[in-house]
T-cell receptor, first 114, second 115 residues
Framework: DTEVTQTPKHLVMGMTNKKSLKCEQH?????MYWYKQKAKKPPELMFV???????INESVPSRFSPECPNSSLLNLHLHALQPEDSALYLC?????????????FGEGSWLTVV | GENVEQHPSTLSVQEGDSAVIKCTYS??????FPWYKQELGKGPQLIID?????GEKKDQRIAVTLNKTAKHFSLHITETQPEDSAVYFC??????????????FGQGTILTVHP
């Protein structure tokens, strides 16, 4: 069982809505990640936080806004999304950022934009 | 940046047979190579990983081999069982620069084990 918890598991939102995805880990990890995964594709990195500071933004559109309130929590705020943004959004964490640090994934939040 | 190629895209085996999935990477500086299993409707789960100072690693029915010179690594599953059916992703971790620690994934292999 994963120790990275994501809520909600499923979310349907309209293109004018504002919603948030939430992620929590209590493993003491200091790096947290958001990935986007489309059907039959590998996960694509969106953001990396290291010690609560944004360290990688993979040129993600501003309609996705990450937030790291503390070392255990990671949010992804969603606004004015498009239907093509429908995907599985995965949160992950690792002890630290850097190669050799095992990255643990949550079960994901399935997002449908209508 | 790093580029990871994974083959085959689909693999079908009979229960009890072995399965082998191969990946190649482009950045010789990459030094960490995890393998993830993703079951339908779930997040990826790490099943085994290898670091560049090791050539082979085993964990029960699963093994990974790494050839740094050729820049390829492989996953070997022996005595396959129906519950091994899933999508398997290989990955390589960037070793430096602004992408430090970023995982680049292969395209995935759909493994089906027939009873």
């Amino acid at each position: 069982d994963t120790e990275v918890t994501q809520t909600p598991k499923h979310l349907v939102m309209g293109m004018t809505n504002k919603k948030s995805l939430k992620c929590e880990q209590h493993m003491g990890h200091r790096a947290m990640y958001w990935y986007k995964q489309k059907a039959k594709k590998p996960p694509e990195l969106m953001f990396v936080y290291s010690y609560e500071k944004l360290s990688i933004n993979e040129s993600v559109p501003s309609r996705f806004s990450p937030e790291c309130p503390n070392s255990s929590l990671l949010n992804l705020h969603l606004h004015a999304l498009q239907p093509e943004d429908s995907a599985l959004y995965l949160c992950a964490s690792s002890h630290n950022r850097g190669p050799g640090n095992t990255i643990y994934f949550g079960e994901g939040s399935w997002l449908t934009v209508v | 940046g790093e580029n990871v190629e994974q083959h085959p895209s689909t693999l079908s085996v009979q229960e009890g047979d072995s399965a082998v999935i191969k990946c190649t990477y482009s950045d010789s500086a990459s030094n960490y190579f995890p393998w993830y299993k993703q079951e339908l409707g779930k997040g990826p789960q790490l099943i085994i990983d290898i670091r560049s100072n090791v050539g082979e690693k085993k964990d029960q029915r699963i093994a990974v081999t790494l050839n740094k010179t050729a820049k390829h690594f492989s996953l070997h599953i022996t005595e396959t069982q129906p519950e091994d059916s899933a999508v398997y992703f290989c990955a390589a971790s960037d070793a430096g620069g602004t992408s430090y620690g970023k995982l680049t994934f292969g395209q995935g292999t759909i493994l089906t084990v027939h009873p």
